[in-house]
């Protein structure tokens, strides 16, 4: 997909050209979408091998958003570069026109489905490189020819003929949601692989033109697929179907899978589904944490490591405890001067090993790395495959590294900070989106903004400004600390130090969702970590003469209500620096003063029953102690 397209105002033809090397073991297109708003007229997707342009499929943006197949069978392999031209016109517009998520906004995109031997497969990958232009002057000169659509097929257009009057004021009179409001479906996420696993039917409908036709029998299909793979999923055929229901619409609900169908125009007192949803997705808590407190493990061996300053935590794909910690390294007031600038270079990396993998009930070191390279050592955490995503605020700099250690690649210029694309600031730490692959950084003590990037590093975008006042706006942050990705909810949510409160934000976007903020929060929030429907945080002394206690925090995740507090029992928190929290209701804090890690369990044990609610099977959860 492009990122950086300008249509001029009244630029008869504009071409946009993306491109990439294909570096992957072989893949096997088998379907095609395009994707762009109302400029676009034609796209069109290759792959060029030996200068030789193949075409894997070209069609209008125009027509209903579908999956096509490809023009002819073909393969993909390594060295070859798949390359795509969207054609776009700027006629009847009166001001540039730029790549953005509304329907006044631009896209580019070119979707392909494809299949790869299991063994080295990808599920996910993307391109948003611009294309050489002396490469794309060679291109087929169809790529250039628009597709012919007569008017009844355009979408939007035809479909709206057949309403009455009064079903047209109907829907146009329906509140719109707020995604509706900012952003376009037809992003790179509206696939339904992750959910239905080997089966990767897509249904894409735009929300703006609420008779769409949808293809019934396949949403009748998904339905079957879904139930199949998750029976506690209830979709109701009357929802889905089309033919009964014409002004059914498909909705993805701004998640980065689809986690529920839904229809957008519901009768009133059907809330069957939206029960369902609760039920999934947060209203009734997988674990119920308002029936659980959290207590310290007193006897948990990780309390006599030898540890520094206790910077970050985080849990591998083994539910191992990672520790990330400064060593014989302390960041005090002598260590950056008025600029930022790291003053203790002089001194050296830290010798020993900064990262370590622990039993967590034993915590015995299974994995030890990270020597000779870190200087200040900050935010830690671990993604799907057991890479290392870290940030050091002496280097300003964020690092990829490997399981065993070895560096793949780094962003930003050692000691040197800045707060353009290719530098940081002090960041602070980083959240690896578990779908995309896409991460997030938090940038950081003198700079205040989020940055998101590709799987490869590549800059995709940023929010965020500095607190103009003491009274904080949304989207201003006064030192953002510390990241919780929720993918189920395809939301990011920040600890918002020095404002002490946690901001929330769609994650895709970066558009504002919510603020919790709470009294017993004090003036700070050091951290903020999510699992199973709760999020979890830890404050911090004041500097502002508050009286609130050091604690850690358990919150519903849906109304930011305290469901716990915890602290532990033989000594106080210093300064809990980090937490991250495991699924079973388990909960780590690092203290960067007191250089330890206490272990916090949930001191009741659910038993679960089903019991049936509107007709749905529904799991309710009671708590006993033991």
Not at 5 to 25: F, H, L, N, Q, R
Not at 183 to 198: H, T
Not at 330 to 339: L, T
Not at 521 to 529: C, L, N, P
Request: aromatic letters at 10%; glycine letters at 8%; charged letters at 20%.
């Amino acid at each position: 997909m492009s990122m950086d397209t300008v249509i001029p105002p009244g630029e008869k033809t504009v071409y946009s050209d993306i491109a990439c090397m294909y570096e992957k073991p072989s893949m096997y297109p088998f379907a095609y979408r395009v994707h762009t708003h109302q400029l676009g007229q034609v796209v069109s997707g290759y792959r060029i091998r030996n200068g030789k342009w193949t075409l894997i499929g070209r069609q209008s943006p125009q027509l209903p958003q579908a999956f096509y197949a490809v023009e002819h069978p073909l393969d993909v392999h390594a060295g070859d570069i798949l390359a795509a031209r969207c054609v776009f016109t700027g006629e009847g517009r009166t001001s540039n026109t730029y790549i953005g998520g509304t329907s006044s906004d631009e896209m580019c995109n070119l979707y392909i489905m494809y299949y790869m031997e299991a063994a080295h497969a990808s599920s996910y990958m993307t391109c948003v490189r611009t294309g050489d232009p002396a490469m794309f002057h060679h291109i087929p000169e169809i790529a250039n020819i628009p597709v012919p659509v007569s008017p009844d097929m355009v979408m939007g257009h035809g479909s709206h003929k057949s309403m009455t009057e009064h079903e047209e004021r109907n829907i146009q009179q329906q509140p719109k949601r707020e995604e509706e409001q900012v952003m376009d479906q037809g992003d790179f996420y509206s696939v339904l692989s992750k959910l239905l696993g080997e089966r990767e039917d897509v249904v894409h409908v735009h929300k703006y033109n609420p008779t769409d036709i949808i293809n019934s029998d396949l949403v009748e299909e998904i339905a079957d697929v879904v139930q199949k793979k998750d029976p506690g999923w209830y979709i109701s055929r009357q929802v889905l179907a089309h033919k009964e229901r014409p002004d059914t619409i498909l909705v993805r609900d701004r998640i980065h899978k689809f986690h529920r169908l839904e229809s957008t125009l519901r009768p009133p007192g059907n809330n069957m589904l939206s029960l369902v949803q609760e039920a999934k997705l947060g209203g009734v808590d997988k674990q119920h944490p308002g029936d659980a407190h959290l207590e310290e493990v007193i006897e948990w061996p990780g309390l006599k490591l030898h540890l520094g300053q206790v910077s970050g935590l985080a849990l591998d794909p083994n539910n191992n405890l990672v520790i990330f910690h400064r060593g014989n390294h302390i960041w005090d007031e002598n260590s950056f001067d008025r600029n930022f600038v790291y003053q203790e270079r002089g001194i050296g990396p830290i010798e020993e090993s900064t990262i370590l993998t622990v039993n967590p009930n034993s915590s015995t070191i299974l994995q030890s790395t990270g020597t000779n390279l870190f200087y200040l050592p900050h935010g830690i955490t671990v993604d799907r495959d057991g890479n290392f995503w870290v940030t050091d605020v002496a280097l300003h700099q964020v690092f990829k590294l490997g399981p065993d250690g070895s560096r793949i690649f780094t962003l930003g210029k050692a000691f040197q900070p800045g707060s353009d694309r290719n530098h940081f600031c002090q960041p602070t730490d980083v959240a690896v989106d578990p779908i995309t692959g896409n991460f997030f950084v938090s940038d950081g003590y003198c700079n205040s903004r989020i940055m998101q990037f590709s799987p490869q590093g590549m800059f995709i975008m940023q929010w965020g400004e500095a607190s103009s006042s003491r009274t904080a706006k949304p989207g201003e942050f006064r030192i953002p600390h510390s990241l919780a990705l929720i993918p189920d909810q395809g939301q990011l949510c920040v600890a918002d130090r020095e404002n002490g409160r946690i901001q929330c934000f769609h994650s895709e976007t970066g558009h504002f969702v919510k603020e919790i903020k709470h009294a017993a929060f004090g003036s700070r929030v050091f951290a903020v970590a999510y699992g199973s429907g709760t999020l979890y945080a830890v404050n911090g002394k004041s500097y502002y003469g508050d009286s609130e206690p050091v604690q850690g925090f358990a919150m519903n995740f849906t109304t930011g209500d305290i469901l716990d507090t915890f602290v532990p029992v033989k000594k106080n928190f210093d300064m809990p620096h980090d937490l991250v929290a495991s699924d079973d209701g388990v909960v780590y804090v690092g203290d960067a003063h007191a250089n330890t890690v206490w272990k916090f369990s949930p001191s009741e044990k659910a038993e679960h029953r089903s019991v049936k609610k509107a007709g749905i099977e529904v799991e309710e959860i009671t708590g006993k102690f033991y």
